[in-house]
T-cell receptor, first 112, second 116 residues
Framework: DAKTTQPNSMESNEEEPVHLPCNHSTISGTDYIHWYRQLPSQGPEYVIHGLTSNVNNRMASLAIAEDRKSSTLILHRATLRDAAVYYCIPHAGGTSYGKLTFGQGTILTVHP | NAGVMQNPRHLVRRRGQEARLRCSPMKGHSHVYWYRQLPEEGLKFMVYLQKENIIDESGMPKERFSAEFPKEGPSILRIQQVVRGDSAAYFC??????????????FGEGSRLTVL
């Protein structure tokens, strides 16, 4: 799996947008970009994934650079419940399976 | 729909005892994965199982650890003769398909093992 670089930590205020960056310059052409988050004392939770095009779902948006060497997870209006560790995980699709490589992630703190 | 259920949530064992962690995947899911999170470290893949088969155990320690997913019943992660270094949170995940290109693994809330 491709190596990723994420900020160790970020802070936001409640109700404001948050942009969480991830560099994955060694990503291969078939790797999907997955984002998971882990709230304190809980298991990881799927957030979003994409391949080339930007993606939106009820939780977040994923903006993928044209060269796919970086991506940004966008939380449009942060809430206190969004305080978590966010993991960016490039991972091969197709016949691959759920053997994800979690890095250190970004610790997001949300201030009231 | 019930999510991935793990039990026990907390388990305390003395050195040398056995620990058994159970995982019931989401309804209809036949692919189960175990991950371990040591204190202050990231999650590490341990093993991938389908019903009655171990598909990939490349992340399992060579000794004392075993996993199974029988035809009936939950998946079991078994740790024999536990040592203090086994103290960690163990997470189970399940998926509908084997390929993660479906995007989503569903994780349980974990079993936290403390070895005294």
């Amino acid at each position: 799996d491709a190596k990723t670089t994420q900020p160790n930590s970020m802070e936001s205020n409640e109700e404001e947008p948050v942009h969480l960056p991830c560099n994955h310059s060694t990503i291969s052409g078939t790797d999907y970009i997955h984002w998971y988050r882990q709230l304190p004392s809980q298991g990881p939770e799927y957030v979003i994934h994409g391949l080339t095009s930007n993606v939106n779902n009820r939780m977040a948006s994923l903006a993928i650079a044209e060269d796919r060497k970086s991506s940004t997870l966008i939380l449009h209006r942060a809430t206190l419940r969004d305080a978590a560790v966010y993991y960016c995980i490039p991972h091969a699709g197709g016949t691959s399976y759920g053997k994800l490589t979690f890095g250190q992630g970004t610790i997001l703190t949300v201030h009231p | 729909n019930a999510g991935v259920m793990q039990n026990p949530r907390h388990l305390v064992r003395r050195r040398g005892q056995e620990a058994r962690l159970r995982c019931s995947p989401m309804k209809g899911h036949s692919h189960v994965y175990w991950y371990r999170q040591l204190p202050e470290e990231g999650l590490k893949f341990m093993v991938y199982l389908q019903k009655e088969n171990i598909i990939d155990e490349s992340g399992m320690p060579k000794e004392r650890f075993s996993a199974e997913f029988p035809k009936e019943g939950p998946s079991i992660l078994r740790i024999q003769q536990v040592v203090r270094g086994d103290s960690a949170a163990y997470f189970c995940a399940s998926s509908l398909h084997g390929g993660s290109d479906t995007g989503e693994l569903f994780f349980g809330e974990g079993s936290r093992l403390t070895v005294l």
